[in-house]
């Protein structure tokens, strides 16, 4: 009796941890990003919606810009090595553990930089937002193990309960308390009991997780992966930095008037990364066999398809952007909808940042990467105070367009001297 009660239960655990296909795989990951970015980006729009005015939007909004100066290296490019070490090289408890020690370490950079350049009534606003992502990154070392061994399920179910439960979280104890920080909080804290209830004991199923990375391991890590971290704060500083020039210089609620615009603009980017991020694998496989031929027509192919997304997206804004703006904002955000043209252009060129710079990391040119986020930065600082000065609000997208519009020129080339040497080596 007890033998047939083991067995049962033996059967049963093989098959929870039965390996789904590639599609299943896809469509569960991409419905559960989809969902907690959606869940993500009603916040936004319901911390306006929930208040009097736009200040708590516009400490939101620093909080997320000051943190994404720091999240490459609290992230530190790691999920994109983990779920390829196909060697297991590292154990799941060493990736946490090396999480652990980067997400600390960029947590204090972050708190650092807020008390020397953001308003101090901003700060624990900054801290609680950087915490409460930081907690979703550590899960994220379990998604890694997940997709590891084909449970993209796990992964997309996750997704969708920390959206739907921060978003309820967020919207009650704001509406209640009509605090950011106690709403921030609340966040954090229904995010670590879904990965301890939740994605902890599934991720269990394939591997103990003991907490634990030698030295020497970390130090590799460190170096190996630090070109492309650095280019990565850099992509992410270029627009954070007239965002937080805006709000020094203009206060937090035309920050947050910026921001309540150009959230529903962030979509052209989304729907540009849907496009290229399933082909990044096709470029290196193209690129390791030397088909540079077809390697310039699948760039051909996705430079258009980032072209056609944002035409169409601008003609709709264009054309509906005002009334879409004031019913979801309310009549308040209607004299401001003049910014929506120069958005819909800064954020069409950050797609093309997006995906030359993902590009480059896959066919692993870490230089051309490197220097077109360096250039990005180093053009946003001095032209940030033009452009805001004379131009206000609108002067954050101008900002980005130049800085970013200068990065993937830079980037274009390398990759230009990437194609041409392919199409060398393929004639011979």
Same mark, same amino acid.
């Given at each position: 009796m007890g033998d047939g009660r083991r067995k049962s239960s033996e059967s049963i655990s093989e098959r929870e941890v039965k390996p789904l296909?590639?599609?299943?795989?896809?469509?569960?990951?991409?419905?559960?990003?989809?969902?907690? $970015? #959606?869940?993500?980006?009603?916040? @936004?729009? *319901? !911390?306006?919606? +929930?208040?009097s005015g736009y200040e708590a939007a516009g400490t939101l909004s620093l909080a997320m810009s000051v943190y994404n100066i720091f999240a490459p290296f609290a992230i530190y490019r790691m999920y994109t090595y983990q779920v390829s070490d196909v060697k297991r090289e590292n154990t799941v408890g060493e990736y946490f553990a090396f999480r652990i020690i980067t997400s600390s370490a960029a947590l204090?950079?972050?708190?650092?930089?807020?008390?020397?350049?953001?308003?101090?009534?901003?700060?624990?606003?900054?801290?609680?937002?950087?915490?409460?992502?930081?907690?979703?990154?550590?899960?994220?070392?379990?998604?890694?193990?997940?997709?590891?061994?084909?449970?993209?399920?796990?992964?997309?179910?996750?997704?969708?309960?920390q959206g739907v439960l921060t978003l309820a979280a967020f919207c009650s104890v704001f509406a209640v308390t009509a605090s950011l920080?106690?709403? $921030? #909080?609340?966040?954090?804290?229904? @995010?670590? *009991? !879904?990965?301890? +209830?939740?994605?902890f004991p599934r991720s269990s199923r394939f591997e103990a997780l003991k907490i634990k990375i030698s030295r020497k391991k970390t130090l590799h890590l460190l170096?190996?992966?630090?070109?492309?971290?650095?280019?990565?704060?850099?992509?992410?500083?270029?627009?954070?930095?007239?965002?937080?020039?805006?709000?020094?210089?203009?206060?937090?609620?035309?920050?947050?008037i910026y921001a309540s615009v150009a959230a529903p603009v962030a979509i052209i980017q989304m729907g540009a990364s849907y496009i290229y991020n399933p082909l990044l694998s096709v470029f290196s496989e193209q690129y390791a066999e030397k088909r540079a031929k077809d390697l310039a027509?699948?760039?051909?192919?996705?430079?258009?398809?980032?072209?056609?997304?944002?035409?169409?997206?601008?003609?709709?804004?264009?054309?509906?952007?005002?009334?879409?703006?004031?019913?979801?904002?309310?009549?308040?955000?209607?004299?401001?909808?003049y910014l929506l043209?120069?958005?819909?252009?800064?954020?069409?060129?950050?797609?093309?940042?997006?995906?030359?710079?993902?590009?480059?990391?896959?066919?692993?040119?870490?230089?051309?990467?490197?220097?077109?986020?360096?250039?990005s930065v180093i053009i946003a600082l001095p032209i940030t105070l033009f452009f805001v000065h004379v131009f206000g609000m609108n002067g954050v997208s101008f900002t980005v367009i130049v800085a970013y519009g200068v990065g993937a020129l830079v980037m274009a080339l390398y990759l230009l001297a990437l194609v041409r040497r392919g199409l060398r080596e393929e004639s011979r």
């Amino acid at each position: 009796m007890g033998d047939g009660r083991r067995k049962s239960s033996e059967s049963i655990s093989e098959r929870e941890v039965k390996p789904l296909s590639i599609k299943q795989n896809m469509l569960w990951n991409s419905f559960g990003s989809i969902t907690y $970015l #959606a869940c993500q980006w009603l916040i @936004t729009i *319901l !911390v306006v919606r +929930l208040s009097s005015g736009y200040e708590a939007a516009g400490t939101l909004s620093l909080a997320m810009s000051v943190y994404n100066i720091f999240a490459p290296f609290a992230i530190y490019r790691m999920y994109t090595y983990q779920v390829s070490d196909v060697k297991r090289e590292n154990t799941v408890g060493e990736y946490f553990a090396f999480r652990i020690i980067t997400s600390s370490a960029a947590l204090v950079c972050c708190l650092v930089y807020a008390a020397l350049t953001c308003p101090g009534s901003a700060l624990l606003a900054i801290a609680l937002y950087a915490i409460f992502k930081i907690v979703g990154l550590l899960i994220d070392v379990l998604h890694g193990l997940d997709q590891v061994n084909k449970r993209m399920d796990y992964i997309g179910k996750s997704l969708v309960i920390q959206g739907v439960l921060t978003l309820a979280a967020f919207c009650s104890v704001f509406a209640v308390t009509a605090s950011l920080e106690f709403a $921030l #909080a609340s966040m954090a804290i229904v @995010t670590v *009991l !879904v990965g301890v +209830l939740y994605d902890f004991p599934r991720s269990s199923r394939f591997e103990a997780l003991k907490i634990k990375i030698s030295r020497k391991k970390t130090l590799h890590l460190l170096k190996y992966c630090l070109p492309i971290v650095v280019a990565a704060v850099a992509c992410a500083a270029a627009p954070s930095i007239p965002r937080q020039f805006l709000s020094f210089s203009q206060g937090e609620a035309a920050l947050g008037i910026y921001a309540s615009v150009a959230a529903p603009v962030a979509i052209i980017q989304m729907g540009a990364s849907y496009i290229y991020n399933p082909l990044l694998s096709v470029f290196s496989e193209q690129y390791a066999e030397k088909r540079a031929k077809d390697l310039a027509v699948t760039f051909c192919k996705v430079v258009g398809g980032i072209a056609v997304v944002g035409a169409v997206c601008a003609i709709g804004f264009e054309l509906l952007g005002s009334w879409l703006l004031t019913l979801i904002f309310g009549q308040s955000i209607e004299p401001y909808t003049y910014l929506l043209i120069p958005v819909i252009a800064s954020t069409i060129v950050s797609a093309y940042v997006w995906f030359f710079n993902d590009l480059l990391v896959a066919l692993r040119c870490f230089r051309g990467s490197f220097v077109g986020n360096v250039v990005s930065v180093i053009i946003a600082l001095p032209i940030t105070l033009f452009f805001v000065h004379v131009f206000g609000m609108n002067g954050v997208s101008f900002t980005v367009i130049v800085a970013y519009g200068v990065g993937a020129l830079v980037m274009a080339l390398y990759l230009l001297a990437l194609v041409r040497r392919g199409l060398r080596e393929e004639s011979r």
